[in-house]
């Protein structure tokens, strides 16, 4: 069964820094690798989707890696704002394991002003 | 704002009770999968439909089940309700066949949450 791991599990930062939240999954056999940001209390918001074939995604500050021979995912946030501050959940879809995303439990960010 | 919407957005009922909610998939989306949010987890797939047929299920008991209507709504009924059942119940929508199909962007409601006293 794919398991799917995020270090780490709360980070803070002040206003300006640049970080990374890190993903690992157990079975490298996957269609795609997705990141969310989920906020208090709400649904998920697709950030980026990165296919098998792909090494990185790109979108505004945000910057999604894949390394799926290690099992590893990288989301970098350039220049963090205050209002980045939420849960980011990284989940993949396995190619042998139904159609269904496995989620990790998640890294809450908080960027202080 | 995901075009995915989900009814009603809080409810609390007694366990051993019932309960329906429901999904509004995004237009043009054939494919709905609905996950269970505990708090301070991530989600956990339930069942997922594909043109009104169940297409892939979780971990989880038969009291848990769901339906999918022509125009691709779909809901998710639970029976006899437990207290670990209490959580935000997320749907989630998409196109062609499974979850995120050839690969496209899956996009998810709200959620539901749902609290058993």
Redesign the interface.
Known sequence: KQE?TQIPAALSVPEGENLVLNCSFTDSAI??L?W?RQDP??????LL?I?SSQREQTSGRLNASLDKSSGRSTLYIAASQPGDSATY?C?V?GSNT?????????TSLTVIP | ETGVTQSPTHLIKTRGQQVTLRCSSQSGHNTVSWYQQALGQGPQFIFQYYREEENGRGNFPPRFSGLQFPNYSSELNVNALELDDSALYLCASSWGLGAGGSGNTIYFGEGSWLTVV
Do not use: I, M, W
């Open positions: 799917v269609y795609n997705q969310f209390g709400k649904g998920l918001t697709s989707l296919q959940l989940a879809r139904g159609n269904q995303f496995y989620f990790g439990t998640g």
